[in-house]
């Protein structure tokens, strides 16, 4: 298995650009998560979902946006990209009823 | 507002040694988790805690629970340079996970 898939690694936006960060997972997990983490911090929950069709906001969604129409893709969508985006962005997945987050390797976002 | 505090921030140990790292929350919660990052990387699971009074262990790591008090710790027995690395902290309410700022541990020789 794969498990979780991010894609791009590294991406470099000018202000204002937009771009969707991809998340894929192959474990048939129903919950996914969207979070970012910045320079020498805890991450922060961005967007989550429990199930197709179904998103819900987290601490910091504002600048964001996410849809789920498929169990296994959770793709998280930047429209006006700000410096203040700047950050590591990672997706993570898990089963209902089970407490392991599977986490992926994480996009390194950069807007100038 | 659910917050996590985690201290010390910064931790340089010597091989052999022990340390704790403490992590303290605001709220109840359905659950706590240690991670484990090393730099550059993503997250690795440790543990996760569930009750009161939880005690994991693995290697040299031990983390525990106690709810009544919202502390949990993550202990470090004779320590080794491979475990050096940032070790987080999360507490989950209703699938908001909420994380400590971290502890970046680094073990010398």
């Known amino acids: 298995n794969a498990g979780v898939t991010q894609t791009p690694k590294f991406r470099i936006l000018k202000i204002g650009q937009s771009m969707t960060l991809q998340c894929a997972q192959d474990m048939n997990h129903n919950y996914m998560y969207w979070y970012r983490q910045d320079p020498g911090m805890g991450l922060k929950l961005i967007y989550y979902?429990?199930?197709?069709?179904?998103?819900d906001k987290g601490e910091v969604p504002n600048g964001y946006n996410v849809s789920r129409s498929t169990t296994e893709d959770f793709p998280l969508r930047l429209e006006l990209a700000a410096p203040s985006q700047t950050s590591v962005y990672f997706c993570?997945?898990?089963?209902?009823?089970?407490?392991?987050?599977?986490f992926g390797s994480g996009t390194r976002l950069t807007v100038v | 507002e659910l917050k996590v505090e985690q201290n010390p921030l910064f931790l340089s140990m010597q091989e052999g040694k022990n340390y704790t790292i403490y992590c303290n929350y605001s709220t109840t919660s359905d659950r706590l988790y240690w991670y484990r990052q090393d730099p550059g990387k993503s997250l690795e699971s440790l543990f996760v805690?569930?009750?009161?009074?939880a005690v994991k262990q693995e290697g040299r790591l031990m983390a525990s629970l106690d709810t009544k008090a919202r502390l949990s710790t993550l202990h470090i027995t004779a320590a080794v340079h491979d475990l050096s690395a940032t070790y987080f902290c999360?507490?989950?309410?209703?699938?908001?996970?909420?994380f400590g700022a971290g502890t970046r541990l680094t073990v010398k020789p």
């Open positions: 993570a997945s898990r089963e209902t009823g089970n407490y392991g987050y599977t």
């Open positions: 805690l569930l009750s009161n009074g």
């Open positions: 979902s429990v199930g197709a069709g179904i998103t």
């Open positions: 999360a507490v989950e309410i209703n699938n908001d996970m909420r």
